[in-house]
């Protein structure tokens, strides 16, 4: 069983893959500054899924580089997952410099304790925003990313350029994930399914951006889990056919990849709105308005090269999904239909 270090380990996506790591007996080192962004309560109720003597917390930033240089000196972790990240398309217009803080400083930090603890394997998360302004359809990892339409978007390929560079310099093994839209039980309160749902038990009218001409490429959480559990084992490696003068972006001749997690499968977004008023057994008051800056009118993930690497893509379909968030929704929050 492995060492594993995971920033954001009481975020949506950290808490639920350290419980799966913790299941298969792994120890697992969780990081979280427990902000508030969006009630910390959440937060704190994932930790406590996480009650295992094989699971040790350190509550501090990223860009708290003595804290982060002690933690990988105690605990020496082999494997480094980090899911920590000033999230959010649209926050990133209010506080530009929360983003700078978390994913560019903190992100250093992070690389330059893999570099002085012989780290195995970093994963780290990217996003499907730095695809920004391309319309090519999927989203191919060999795409040119040159043109984020968000500073959240900017800063995620920053991580994947920093990430390549330590690749270079140090021979870390680094993997970028690419995740799109990311949704299930115990998501964030700022995404779509969790406003929508509130809105919609509560009668009150829910924001649909792009007058609902929207399409996203929606990916269950346990899908995004398993994708990531079996690239743990699956370190970046060098690309031998990697050439200068026409670059794969998405690998290297250093130990370096790039992989979308998506569901290869964009939804409506009125297709998504009536699978929860399917569930809830109710019909949404809507409120159409434009697209918002930063967004992105379509997601559409081209996952064939992580099938190639780990024979999984997600797969859940978005009836399935959201019903399995409705269900939690509604138990956690004591509401009765």
């Not at 990217?126 to 800063?155: C, M, Q, R, W």
């Amino acid at each position: 069983m492995s060492k594993i270090l995971i920033t954001g380990a009481a975020g949506f996506i950290g808490s639920r893959l350290s419980k799966r790591l913790l299941h298969e007996g792994h120890e697992v080192i969780g990081i979280d500054n427990l902000n508030d962004y969006y009630d910390p309560t959440l937060k704190e109720d994932r930790l406590k899924q996480l009650s295992n003597d094989n699971f040790f917390f350190i509550k501090t930033d990223l860009e708290n580089n003595k804290n982060i240089n002690q933690a990988f000196e105690k605990y020496q972790p082999k494997i480094v997952i980090n899911l920590a990240a000033q999230a959010g398309v649209r926050y990133s217009l209010e506080n530009p410099h929360a983003y700078i803080n978390s994913n560019i400083v903190g992100f250093t930090n992070i690389l330059e304790a893999c570099r002085h603890n012989k780290v195995k394997h970093l994963i780290y998360a990217s996003s499907s925003s730095v695809y920004g302004a391309n319309e090519s359809k999927p989203f191919s990892t060999n795409d040119n990313i040159d043109h984020p339409l968000s500073l959240y978007a900017a800063t995620k390929k920053s991580n994947e350029l920093m990430a390549h560079t330590y690749s270079h310099l140090y021979g870390i093994p680094t993997t970028g994930l690419r995740f799109f839209t990311v949704y299930g039980p115990w998501g964030r309160p700022d995404m779509a399914l969790f406003l929508f749902t509130k809105a919609i038990v509560n009668d009150q009218p829910i924001d649909v951006f792009n007058h609902g001409n929207m399409m996203r490429d929606f990916t269950y959480v346990e899908d995004i889990v398993e994708s990531i559990n079996r690239l743990i084992e699956k370190p970046a490696e060098s690309n031998p056919n990697w050439s200068g003068e026409n670059p794969d972006p998405s690998s290297s001749y250093a130990p370096y990849r790039v992989y979308n997690i998506g569901n290869n499968s964009p939804v409506r977004l009125m297709d998504f709105i009536e699978a929860i008023e399917k569930k809830i057994g109710k019909t949404a008051q809507k409120n159409f308005l434009p697209l918002q800056a930063g967004d992105v009118p379509e997601t559409y993930a081209d996952v064939e090269d992580l099938f190639r690497t780990i024979n999984f893509k997600p797969q859940t379909s978005i009836q399935s999904g959201v019903n399995d968030f409705i269900d939690w929704y509604l138990d956690y929050y004591g509401v009765k239909l």
